[in-house]
């Protein structure tokens, strides 16, 4: 019966934080088609352009399919075939000689995006082998959120869409094209259907800014103004939940004090969102209950993000729609094997006083270690030196601020191993590049550890290429080979079933199930109070001072002050087609978006001699870009959206893909960093633009590499 399509149920992952449930059609060992299922818990149906493109990765032409040694000079692109048990034996001998000579900690495991287990499994390694740095790009990616959260409420506030919402605040977060945080845009469209009130804040009229009851175009890297004007509305006008304000935060009094010169005629200048709008949409959220705030990177992609995420908490709660259904809710996790007992953390008790970035004074609960602040120990040996670097599912050559400085650090690495599907920017400057099974092609849990309340199954679908290991896998066996092997598992696949055992559920009961979810609990602090020092929501922090910062949010000017040189204002948004720096190398992908594209603002064109279509130059004081003019009324005059996380995999790898040609990071820095969470600043910095002159052109490039 080889000819008949055999159909099978598993979560789509490895395109973003993942989440549709996928019906998925196989035939002779190959994916012949995929469909979103309308059943499915988060999607109801729905499938973006990634899900559909997601299984031409496997089958791609150039994927990665051997363990590939360095020959010649770092990134020259010549490379050895060998065995996975040399590959293994190989990196376990490097990293064990660095620990030898330095301590375990100049040794670095770093992740991208945390794509499933592996993030996890990656912290287990680090503490099993007793590194205390662990590199995650979570400065610019949730930490600040979640982690203000800790402090502010002593949870991580998430908006729930599975229950009515009377109003969403969407902030900052556009989920018709990144699904952020696996909130799959189906949930809130639902919502809006069912006659949930849309107030959206954004630089962009997005999709949804125009289902939006008020859009506020506010201009980049001004959210925390926003937040407090807000504030100052709802405060001022005794909109705010009286009885839970008096019974459960602590510091209103101050907050009152402090917001009175936050009004939204001051504000405006600084944001450029009219008081008016300001207002309305202030008492819109306070006079809807349950009201939820979606928010997404920009709070965090800025050197204030600490206090934009606090103002904002400071709303949820002052509005009494903290933990309560269709507000910001604290999930109850189902029940299975805890992350802290997962990771071991017990075997490192050093960690926070050993952790890199404990040396630069970040905020307590930060545990694993800014980009910055790890490329500055490589590079300059503060506080120590870093020496070797293991690094999955990631690709900081594009993703990390400052490309020209990681690409420094990654050069100056003694060992640098990547576990990769394909050759990127990053892989190409390794001594040792291991082929990774991907999505699909291994039992795999998704949204552990998201907070969100719930795991989805990932049920293997079809065979790896014969050498490529999943990562769970190749961290097990570097694992057994560098720790004692008491921490580690016979096999991979005993990861999951040692997570999953705590709920009674084998992986093959839990894949049938589809997905686990925690039970409903709302209003828990009724029970236990708020987990912070006071056992209220702290909108002024009790423990400020030994915290080292302001009591209460506050907002300290533009993330970086005007430039008469660079007048324009440069932020970013995520292409619905691509994940970060990922997959520009599928075609069908590729076809729908072939080259970066800026947009600006039709009026400032013409003022450059710009035209649509045109190459233009973006340039900062840190430097400067290709890429295509897209002419659009979306954005304001003033602001320039550049396209991110792009290079070439059609160049020549010697080229390293052309990573500086067109990629955001070049444009960015990491002088200026965020204190509490080591986040550079991403959005709202300063620009300006032209027309390409004789420098070397996009349209040179022929999109061919089969
Ligand atoms: N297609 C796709 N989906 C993704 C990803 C991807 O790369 N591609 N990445 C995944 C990851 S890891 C994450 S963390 C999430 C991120 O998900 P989001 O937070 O939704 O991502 P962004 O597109 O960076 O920003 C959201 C919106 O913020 C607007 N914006 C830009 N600057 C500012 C500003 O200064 N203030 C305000 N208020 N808004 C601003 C943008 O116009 C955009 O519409 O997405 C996930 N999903
Ligand atoms: N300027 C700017 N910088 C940003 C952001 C921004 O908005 N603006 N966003 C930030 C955010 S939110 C994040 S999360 C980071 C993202 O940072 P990264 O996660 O580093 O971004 P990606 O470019 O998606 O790199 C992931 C790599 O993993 C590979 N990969 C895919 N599947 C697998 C697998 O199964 N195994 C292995 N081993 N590899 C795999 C892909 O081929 C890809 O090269 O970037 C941050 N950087
Ligand atoms: S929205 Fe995300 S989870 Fe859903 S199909 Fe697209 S990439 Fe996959
Ligand atoms: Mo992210």
Redesign the pocket.
């Known amino acids: 019966m080889s000819d008949q399509i055999r159909w099978i149920k598993t ?3 490895r ?6 449930t ?1 019906n998925v059609g196989v035939k002779d060992g190959r994916i012949e088609t995929i469909k ?1 299922d309308s059943d499915g818990y988060l ?1 109801k149906g ?7 493109a ?1 299984a031409d990765k496997l089958t791609h032409p150039l994927r990665l399919k051997h363990p590939l040694k360095r020959k010649g000079r770092r990134g020259e692109g010549q490379w050895q075939e060998i065995s996975w048990g040399d590959a293994i034996a190989l990196v376990s001998e490097k990293l064990q000689d660095v620990k030898d000579r330095l301590g375990a900690r100049a040794v670095a495991f770093c992740q991208g995006m945390p794509k499933g287990l592996e993030h996890f499994v990656l912290i287990r390694l680090a503490n099993t082998f007793g590194s205390p740095n662990v590199v995650v790009v979570q400065d610019v990616c949730h930490a600040p959120r979640e982690i203000s959260g800790l402090h502010t409420c002593g949870f991580y506030p998430v908006a729930d869409f599975h229950h009515k919402n009377e109003l969403v605040l969407l902030w900052g977060s556009n989920p018709t094209s990144t ?1 952020e945080e ?1 909130q ?2 189906s949930l809130l469209l639902e919502q809006i259907k069912k006659g949930a009130q849309l107030i959206v804040v954004d630089p962009r009229r997005t999709e949804l800014a125009q289902k939006a009851k008020y859009w506020l175009q506010i201009r980049p890297g001004t959210d925390g103004a926003l937040a407090l004007a807000f504030l100052n509305v709802i405060i001022t006008e005794e909109l705010f939940d009286g009885n839970f304000v008096n019974k459960w935060t602590h510091g209103f009094g101050d907050l009152t004090a402090h917001v009175r010169s936050f009004t939204p005629e001051k504000m405006a200048q600084i944001t450029w969102v009219p008081a008016g709008l300001i207002r309305k949409s202030a008492r819109a959220y306070a006079r809807s209950q349950p009201a939820a705030i979606a928010w997404g990177n920009p709070i965090e992609q800025n050197i204030q993000s600490f206090d934009t995420a606090r103002a904002l908490i400071c709303l949820m709660a002052i509005c009494a729609n903290l933990d309560v259904p269709g507000g910001n809710i604290q999930a109850n996790e189902p029940n299975i094997l805890s992350l802290g007992k997962f990771v071991r953390a017990d075997l490192l008790p050093s960690k926070r006083t050993e952790m890199i970035h404990a040396y630069h004074d970040t905020i307590p609960k930060l545990m694993t270690v800014p980009p910055a602040l790890f490329r500055k120990a490589v590079l300059e040996g503060i506080p120590y030196p870093v020496k070797a670097a293991y690094v999955q599912c990631a690709n900081p050559m594009l993703a990390y601020a400052d490309s020209r400085q990681t690409h420094a650090a990654l050069m100056k690495l003694d060992f640098l191993a990547v576990s990769e599907i394909f050759m990127t920017p990053t892989a190409a400057l390794a001594d040792i590049v291991l082929p990774a099974a991907t999505h699909f092609e291994f039992n795999d849990i998704g949204h552990y550890g998201l907070g969100h309340g719930y795991i989805l199954a990932r049920p293997k679908i079809v065979d790896a290429p014969e050498e490529c290991w999943p990562d769970i896998k190749i961290l097990n066996e570097l694992g057994k080979s560098l720790c004692p092997a008491a921490h580690w598992y016979e096999d991979y696949n005993d990861i999951l079933e040692t997570l999953l055992a705590p709920s009674g559920l084998d992986f093959g009961q839990f894949a049938e199930q589809g997905y686990l979810k925690g039970s409903d609990q709302f209003k828990k602090y009724n029970v236990s109070g708020f987990k912070t020092p006071s056992g209220k929501v702290e909108l002024s922090l009790s423990r400020a001072a030994k915290l080292k910062v302001s009591p209460l949010p506050d907002f300290n000017g533009y993330p970086v002050p005007e430039d008469p040189e660079y007048p324009l204002v440069l932020t970013s948004a995520k292409s619905r087609y691509y ?1 970060h720096s990922s997959y520009r190398w599928l075609e069908k992908l590729r076809k729908k978006l072939p080259h970066p594209q800026a947009l600006i603002h039709p009026e400032t064109a013409a003022d450059c001699g710009i035209q649509n279509n045109d190459e233009i130059i973006i340039e900062t004081p840190h430097g400067r870009i290709i890429q295509v003019a897209h002419l659009t009324e979306a954005v304001a005059p003033r602001v320039i959206y550049a396209a991110y996380g792009w290079w070439f995999p059609e160049e020549k790898p010697e080229a390293l893909y052309k990573w500086d040609r067109s990629n955001f990071n070049i444009l960015t820095a990491t002088d200026n960093l965020g204190r509490e969470f080591g986040t550079p600043n991403l959005k709202g910095i300063n620009c300006r633009i032209r027309k390409v002159r004789g420098e070397d052109k996009l349209s040179n490039n022929s999109i061919s590499w089969r």
């Not at 395109?15 to 549709?20: L, P």
């Not at 729905?46 to 559909?52: A, E, Q, R, V």
């Open positions: 979560h789509c992952a395109m973003d934080h993942g989440g549709c996928l979103g999607n729905y499938i973006c352009p990634k899900g559909l997601s699904n696996g799959i845009c994940l």
